[in-house]
C-alpha cells in the first residue's frame, strides 16, 4: 500500500459549513465503504479553494476510482516517495 496526495479544486470549500463538511465526509466514508479494493481516508487540509487529502491505497486508479465514485474532484494525484520531518535533519 502507498500513501497518495490529492489536491482538489473546490472553489469556495474554505467557506463550507460544519454541517457541509459533515455531509461530504459521510459521502466520502459510504463510497470507501462500498469499494471493492482496499483503500483508506487519513486526513485532508482545508484551504479557501481547494482540499489537499491523504489517501493510502494499492494505486492511484484506486483513488481515481473513489474520486468518480464519491463525485468529489482529483484533479492532482502524487505518490509520497517519504515523509520528513524537523528530526530528518538530526
Sequence with gaps: MSKFIIER???????????????????SNETLRNMSRPVQWQQSYVTNDKLY?????????VVKEHAAKSGFPADRIEEVKTIIDPTSAE
Design 9 to 27: 479544486n473546490m472553489p469556495g470549500v474554505g467557506q463550507s459549513t460544519a454541517q457541509d463538511m459533515k455531509e461530504a465526509c459521510q459521502k
Design 53 to 61: 487529502c491523504v489517501y493510502i491505497a494499492e494505486n492511484k486508479d
